[in-house]
Structure formats: structure tokens, C-alpha cells
């Protein structure tokens, strides 16, 4: 299935699940996600990983032909799963999750029917998801690597604007060099529904247009098939210029918004981005292991109330409901920097926050970086100086 | 909700689905899917569709704000969705069609519990993607733009290659092209695991890598979260560059690939690619309404047992089930072209016919453009030069 070398690696996060199950008296989970799938094998692969309480974790494959490793065992189809764990002894679990908020209505269904006599549960992705929100130490790692690498390009992010540029065709240009840094391209969201191209590039009054996404930051879109970022706004002197692009350079996020210009900004724009940049040095000066996710969100409403920009805060037509989200596999992992989340957060966490506003007629500001929870508090991933930067 | 000027298209797409409701003996479709609300709707927004067997569609809007329309109707929460209906009049249904294969399991069973008396069934995915299957005429016309746009970008493939690029290099250039042609960027797939970046880009012996996904061809991809094109392959001379790329230029897709090199590919490759044109022509001419998919697989398959290329046929270490499938908001809708497929050819439908082939060192072969069945057959909707093209 994997090289060797992931081996240890695979064995930690599977003994990281058989607690989370244990805790959750269950006996078992079946993945088929392909995040989760990622998360557990190293690989995407269509199929299914079996996650025992106990034991090792077994990989029913379908597609690709040619995967290796003793826990590798090749179907055609899923109804074959109970026939081979009986025939490899294991016992067929009383209780069983399954991934209730990613599977399909017909998939899970179809999935549960082959254990009749089992307690089949749709909790799995609540549980997968709170064992991938705290990262190992080889998920740290890649998700250093990516920061680092999407650092770096957008140190780089002035050289590709041209005078006279709209915002989609200053995107495309970044799109590129992205890709041409590293990026992977595809971005990957948690939630059936939640889609964009490789990220947001939000212009002037753009930024004020709603998109239907759950999303901190919206833009029109350029077309109804996909009404989010770019509408093909010219890049005006005075009006800022909002990079939230695509952090995935290693399978794992960052997460990573930048405020540009042409000429410079008002006064105003100036003082609302600097008040998005104290939101998030209280914010990360606050957060640390056991401090509640919401504690961090009230902190972040309560300045931006103190000075006067609430009507801003989180964008000004429609406003998103958090102010970060844990980054990983997908952009959109736990916990949720929000009112009412009940997330504690625990070290090892990664996490994107993102303070931002919307000024009408001037656009976004704000910052935002991916942070990884240590004991001693917020270490801070994405380094590129905050300020505005000129693109001329 | 949409411009006065949809109306008409709205209520025809209305009008096909109430068809089918009637004859599935049901009483209302709620969708929830982005596809489909960009179908029914005319854009995506997060909320619901809901189309009783009889009347007006009510759009239920949770994002963005400022939609208008008789017929939008603002809520918080989806259990808001009964009391509304109640309020205006309408009748809740008996037998409510959700869509099962793309809901999440936990999402449909919140909605169904919102119509506690009603039989709720999951068949709303199969119903509604019947209906997109065949295409009005204002679907037509946003496919045919597609494919023109999609054409005009392929024929100037070659002046991206530079000597000496790997296949990940000249897919970045590609890529970057087609968005500065107009695409939208976003790939849209039937299936929550189905994946990829912007299209394939095989090269040379990556195509007989085989990958997890239900694509035609593979490719081992450049790393093991997304393990499909691209692998870091030099394109050699010889060797064979196959394009499939992206053609989402409209909201709707078209699917075109074409194969090239560098240097001249040898009289096999050659051959092989030929047997790919004559099967492609005559799967083409035997299409037209009222027969049956499978059949003309087994015309395509029959063809490659006869000039003795089965061994390539549609993969080599690892072989499609497929040599064909319906396009339009996404890029696999139906019919599927399969052995064992059920769907019958109507006029009006849109299908990528795509024979391929792999020859283990020297890499893809074959064509796939986009046809439209009309009554008298299939009219074909790409139309560049169908020969290996050099890109030297």
C-alpha cells in the first residue's frame, strides 16, 4: 500500500483512531473518503480502509491494479468486505461507523446492509475529523513545507501584476506561478458543496458581492456556475487587491491572505487593516492548548466592536461566521474559530485565522496565516510581511 | 433568483422534471446538490430547489443575500422549509424525491425528517440526471460555445511546448492557456470521489500508470493525494503526449483530447491511433436515438478485437469500463457508453466518445471529442485535426 517508511507513521494515526474508537465504544471504522483514505494509507485509492479497535488496518482496494503490502486486499466490489474479514478471522464488529457526513445516502447504505448484525453508526466523520484536527509530527512537517513554499511565492506575488489588469487576469497569473512554485492545484474542501478554482482573488467592490460558498470572503464570480472570487473588476488605484490562494504544495494546506495596491490606499484602509493584524496578535497571543475556540472568536468581535468596524467585520453585505478553521488535508478542518463552536483547542493543531474586513467601494483587508498550536502557545507558519504591499 | 431572460429556460427545465415525476409516480424533488441547482435555477446558491409534480419551483436560500424573485424564499435552517411551504398554500408531497447518491447521509436524513409523513425516497439523484441527460436547445447552444472555445485553444497547443519540458511543465503552460481562453478553471465530476486538477496530461510510459479514478486514462500523478497525470515524465522523443483537457469555458463542459509528439511515433503508435479514428467514426455513424449504449461499446470493442489492439483497448495494466459518457454541467453525466449499460440514445443528448489506447512505452493514443445526438445522428461538436500533431 505504502512504503515502508510510512509504516510508523500509518500505525500512529491508526493507534490515534483505536482510541478515539475505544472512548467512543465502538468497534470499528470504515473509510472511504479520499481524504480519510489519504490520511490513513499514506495514498488516495478507491476503496475502503477497516479500522479495527484492535489490530491492524485493512485496505480493501478496487482501483489502482498493482498495490503491495500485507494488509492490501484487492474486491471488486464491497459486499466482498465481510466475506474477507471473516475469512481472516476478525471478527465482524457490533458497532460500526461509517462516514455519515462525506458518504452518500445510497452509499452508506449500500455499505451498512453488508453488516446486518452490526450497530451502524454515521459518526465516523465526526471522529475522523477530531483525530486528524490534532497533527502528527509528520503532518506538521508537510504542512511547514507548503507554508513555506506558499510563502515564498507570495513574496513574489507584486512581479506578476501588469499595469491595466483585471482581477481575473492578474489570477490567472498567479494561478500560474503558483503551480509553477509547486502548487498541486486542486484544492481540497471539506462539504459537498463547497467548491472554488484555486483560490480568491478579491478586488474593490468585488469584495463586497455575496457568493453562496461558506467562505470568509466572497466576489461575484465570473460566471453563475460558480459565483465566488474573480468578475473581471479592473485593479483601480486606491482599492485593494485580496490574495487567499491555494496552499497545497505538499497533499496538506496552509492558508495564507495578502492585501495589495496599486497607488496607495485611504487612511482608512489603512487603519482597518491594521486592526485585522491586532485582532490576530490577540487572538494567537491568547490561544494556546485548553483555551475554547469560541473564547478566541469573542476575543477577535470584541475589538473590532472597541474600534468602531464591526459594520466591516467579516465582510459587510454578508458576513462569514468564523474568523479561522483548522487547515490539513482540506482547508476547512476543526476546530472552528466561531461564536458557538464547543472546540478546545489541543496542541498540535493548525490553524488558519483570518480577521478580515470588507470596506464597500475600497474592498478587503486583513491578514491571515496558518498558526500551529505548540504547548507555549501560537507559532506562526506564514511569515511575508502584513502590510500592504504595492503592486506598482 | 435569475434574469428575466432564464425564465423561459427555467420553466422548460421545470417542465421536463415534473414529466418525470409524474411518471415516476412522485410528488416533489427537493435538490440541494450545486449542479442541479445551477440546472434548475439558471446559478448555485446555497439552499434548495423544491419542484412539486405540479406549480411553480420555490427556491429556498440560505446564501447569498440579495437574491430576488417570486419565487426565493429566505430561511435560516432547512426545517424552515415545511412551515413555508405550508404558509403559501402548498400541499406537502406523499413521496418526496431526495437525491440520494450525493447527499450526504447524515443532510438526507435531516431532511427527510423534515416530512415526517411523507415516503421519502433517494431516487431524486438517478431522476434528475436522467433529465440532464438530454439537453434543451439553450444547453445545446452553451455546449457548442464550449467545445468552439475548447477547439480554439487545442489547435494552439503546440506553441506552448518548449524542448526539453516534462509533462507536468507543459501541462502548467497548458493550463495557463486555457484559462487565458476563457475557462472557468473549475472541473465539475459526478461522484465525491472523483478528483482531479484541470484535465490529464500523459506522457510517454506515465500512461500506463494506473490510477484509483474512474477516468479513462490514468497517470500516477505527482504525489499519492492526488495520484492521476503528471508525474514529472521528460517528454521524449517518439514518445506520446495525449492533452485531455478542461473544457469547462461556459458553466457547461465539453470533453476534447488530442495526442501529440515530438519527433515522429513510431508506425504502431501510428496504427493504433488510426484504429481509434475508425472506431470513433464508426461507434459515430451507428449512433443515433433509440440505440442502445451498450451496443455501441460493443461496436468499439468488437473493432479493437478485430485489428488485435484489445490488449490497449482502453488501458493496458488497467482498463476503463468505459468507452464513452454523456457531458454537460459535469463531465460524466449520462448515457455511459459500457457493456453492461442500460441507457438508450436520445436526441438531444451530449457524449464524449473515447477510444483510447495504451502502448506501454510509447504512451496514449487515440481521440475523444464531444458529439450531439440529433435525430439524424451524431454531429460533431470538436473538430480540429484529429492526427498526432508535432509539437516540434
Known amino acids: 500500500m505504502y512504503s515502508e517508511m510510512f509504516k510508523p507513521e500509518s500505525d500512529l494515526r491508526r493507534q490515534k483512531i483505536q482510541t478515539a474508537l475505544r472512548n467512543a465504544k465502538a468497534d470499528a471504522l470504515l473509510l472511504v473518503d479520499n481524504a480519510d483514505l489519504y490520511y490513513v494509507a499514506g495514498r488516495v485509492f478507491c476503496g475502503y480502509a477497516y479500522i479495527p479497535v484492535e489490530g491492524e488496518m485493512l485496505c480493501f482496494v478496487r482501483r489502482p491494479v498493482g498495490l503491495k503490502g500485507d494488509n492490501v486486499v484487492y474486491i471488486r466490489k464491497p459486499e466482498q468486505i465481510a466475506e474477507e474479514l471473516r475469512s481472516r478471522g476478525v471478527a465482524l464488529p457490533s458497532c460500526l461507523l461509517l462516514e455519515g457526513d462525506t458518504l452518500s445516502f445510497n452509499e452508506y447504505n449500500r455499505l451498512a446492509a453488508i453488516f446486518p448484525d452490526s450497530k451502524v453508526s454515521g459518526e465516523g466523520t465526526a471522529l475522523i475529523r477530531q483525530v486528524r484536527a490534532v497533527k502528527t509530527p509528520y503532518e506538521i512537517a508537510k504542512i511547514r513545507q507548503s507554508a513555506a513554499m506558499h510563502d515564498t511565492m507570495y513574496r513574489r506575488i507584486p512581479k506578476y501584476y501588469a499595469e491595466g489588469m483585471t482581477d481575473i487576469e492578474f489570477a490567472i497569473e498567479l494561478e500560474h506561478a503558483a503551480r509553477q512554485h509547486g502548487s498541486l492545484g486542486i484544492f481540497r474542501i471539506f462539504g459537498h458543496n463547497m467548491e472554488i ?31 465566488v472570487s474573480c468578475n473581471g473588476t479592473a485593479i483601480r488605484r486606491g482599492q485593494t487587491v485580496m490574495v487567499d490562494m491555494n496552499g497545497n504544495f505538499t497533499g496538506y ?140
Open 197 to 227: 478554482y484555486m483560490g480568491n482573488v478579491l478586488v474593490g467592490e468585488n469584495a463586497d458581492n455575496p457568493s453562496p460558498y461558506d467562505f470568509a470572503m466572497g466576489g461575484a464570480g465570473l460566471d453563475t456556475s460558480l459565483p
Open 253 to 392: 494546506m496552509s492558508d495564507l491572505s495578502r492585501v495589495f495596491s496599486v497607488g496607495s490606499v485611504s487612511d482608512k484602509a489603512r487603519r482597518v487593516h491594521g486592526v485585522s493584524i491586532r485582532i490576530q496578535e490577540a487572538v494567537a497571543a491568547m490561544a494556546r492548548p485548553g483555551v475554547a475556540a469560541a473564547d478566541l472568536y469573542h476575543c477577535a468581535a470584541e475589538i473590532a466592536k472597541e474600534e468602531h468596524v464591526e459594520e466591516y467585520f467579516m465582510g459587510h453585505r454578508q458576513k462569514a461566521g468564523f474568523i479561522g478553521h483548522g487547515v490539513g488535508i482540506e482547508v476547512n478542518e476543526l476546530p472552528v474559530i466561531a461564536p458557538r463552536s464547543r472546540d478546545v483547542l489541543q496542541e498540535g493543531m493548525v490553524i488558519a485565522l483570518e480577521p478580515k474586513f470588507v470596506l464597500p467601494e475600497i474592498g478587503a483587508v486583513g491578514v491571515e496565516n496558518t498558526f500551529l498550536v505548540t504547548a507555549d502557545g501560537m507559532e506562526k507558519l506564514t511569515t511575508c510581511t502584513e502590510d500592504i504591499v504595492r503592486l506598482d
